[in-house]
Nanobody, 115 residues
Framework: QVQVVESGGGLVQPGGSLRLSCAAS????????MGWYRQVPGKQRDLVAD??????NYADSVKGRFTISRGYAKNTVLLQMNSLKPEDTAVYYC??????????WGQGTQVTVSS
């Protein structure tokens, strides 16, 4: 079993910054792809950014503003979010995988961008 825990969400003004953290633990024996999706009520969950061995991928809407990186501990990932906009408001979900064919998700963390 694999557990995924996110932290770092909150309320921020437009133009501000937040950093999200995510750690995967449990039956996970090496480095796996990780990343972030986000979802607003009534809409599908969309990819924000992901990171695999030697590569990163970003949604067009966050390129140049968000940066995904590995943490110091194995299977941790950070999402630095700068120049935040109201449209970035969503629940952000971290994932790890596939781990032996299965993707694991965190419980989500709310990010609200509002003045």
């Amino acid at each position: 079993q694999v557990q995924v825990v996110e932290s770092g969400g909150g309320l921020v003004q437009p133009g501000g910054s937040l950093r999200l953290s995510c750690a995967a633990s449990g039956s996970i024996d090496r480095i796996y792809p990780m990343g972030w999706y986000r979802q607003v009520p009534g809409k599908q969950r969309d990819l924000v950014a992901d990171i695999a061995t030697g590569s990163t991928n970003y949604a067009d809407s966050v390129k140049g503003r968000f940066t995904i990186s590995r943490g110091y501990a194995k299977n941790t990932v950070l999402l630095q979010m700068n120049s935040l906009k109201p449209e970035d408001t969503a629940v952000y979900y971290c994932f790890v995988g596939p781990v032996y064919g299965r993707t694991y998700w965190g419980q989500g963390t709310q990010v609200t961008v509002s003045s």
